[in-house]
């Protein structure tokens, strides 16, 4: 199982960005597909962004396309969320995930192997 680990989490304002970023532990991280995922309270875990093993492919949701972006950098073992123009309902702890299969990018939180510890992000109105 990939060890995963996110940084870049804080309090920003509306408007505002951050970067998050995912460390894997394992050289396999190169092989899998990769993504992002968040929860606010009260609400179930929902899908955020994902990429494919070799980065060729990313999907955003709705909800933050145009706004967010994915990115991954195999030689380090990274993943990253760019996130710009914050809003106050981005507000949530995000996960980094790796995809139980070596094709789909994880699109569910059914089709995750690995979960990071979630790293918070606070935007303010």
């Known amino acids: 199982q990939v060890q995963l680990v996110e940084s870049g989490g804080g309090l920003v304002q509306a408007g505002g960005s951050l970067r998050l970023s995912c460390a894997a532990s394992?050289?396999?991280?190169?092989?899998?597909?990769m993504g992002w995922f968040r929860q606010a309270p009260g609400k179930e875990r929902e899908f955020v962004a994902g990429?494919?093993?070799?980065?060729?492919?990313?999907y955003y949701a709705d909800a933050v396309k145009g706004r967010f972006s994915i990115s991954r950098d195999s030689a380090k073992n990274t993943v990253s969320l760019q996130m710009n123009s914050l809003k106050p309902e981005d507000t949530a702890v995000y996960y980094c995930?790796?995809?139980?299969?070596?094709?789909?990018?994880?699109?569910?939180?059914?089709?995750?192997?690995?979960w990071g510890q979630g790293t918070q992000v606070t935007v303010s109105s």
């Open positions: 990429i494919s093993w070799n980065g060729g492919s990313t």
């Open positions: 995930a790796a995809s139980r299969a070596k094709i789909a990018i994880p699109r569910s939180p059914l089709m995750v192997g690995s």
């Open positions: 394992e050289r396999t991280f190169g092989d899998l597909p």
